[in-house]
């Protein structure tokens, strides 16, 4: 199938949180017919009303070609493509959901990030062991917050997959005068960034609403990419990845802007709030609490050294003070800074 032929075809969104909205806007800007699919059949009344996610993404109306429903069944039903738009625990089992009303050919991709928690696998592993090893599928990942793309402001991103003609068609579907999409193979690298660059930001939202300054935080950043390149090179990716879109361009964004949950998160718990009043006051899903287990685990599991995500990890869990984390980061032993 063509690239211009997968962009005609109808694609359906599951997930209508403001990452799932945005995406699905975006596609219907592109000119794809376009289904948002919800689980809370109130809720998606209203947006079929209004034409507007007014409760996640307020401001960004519905383009004529995209439609909403909670009724799963209708959604897929001659789509040639879904995109996964969840939460990662709430990824499998949606894939389970999803899998006996999937054609033969239709192909599967997502925008979820990062490790499975019980398991510690990747969202593609996961894919593989529900969707089984025939299905096309792919990754969505990269420096966008979804407010900016429901605004049609200039975005870019990575869509990866071991099937280049899926990750064309993915990105031909998606790009426009305001956004575009880059392809990668390096499913992996593009997974782990996801993943890791999640709980960096917690961190930099502690470390910043802790006043510990400008230093302080382009360090945690740098060495935070040693620590996610080191963990992906071990799993399998390809260290170039690290440097583009779903790495560093990530990892600087989510990092650096309150527009970020997880930076918002880490800014709640220096300020003296629990983690359970964080994510009360915030609303929404915050993937970098338990990604900060799930990647402290996976990285004991492979071996690999990451002592800020292991820090992290201990602040938020262990209760550690921030302040005594930081002094054993400095005070560890000197060496070669590409080690």
Known sequence: MTAAAGRDAPIAVLGAGSWGTALAIQLARSGRATRLWGRDAAQMRRLAQERCNARYLPGATFPETLTVSSELGTVLHGSLDVLVAVPSHSFRALLQEIAPRLDAGTRVAWATKGFELESGKLPHQVAREVLGSERRVAVLSGPTFAREVGAGLPT????????????????????????????????????????VKNVLAVGAGLSDGLGFGANTRIALITRGLVEMTRLGVTLGARRET????????????TCTDDQSRNRRFGLLLARGKTPDEALAEIGQAVEGYPAARAVRAVAQRAGVDMPICEGIYCVLYEKRPAKELVRELMTRPIKAETE
Do not use: C, Q
């Open 156 to 195: 870019a991103m990575t869509i990866a997959s071991p099937d280049a003609e899926f990750a064309k068609s993915l990105a031909h579907g998606l790009s426009s005068s305001n956004f575009r999409a880059y392809t990668s193979s390096d499913i992996v690298g593009v997974e782990v960034g996801g993943a």
């Open 242 to 253: 690290f440097m583009g879109l779903a790495g560093l361009g990530d990892l600087v964004l």
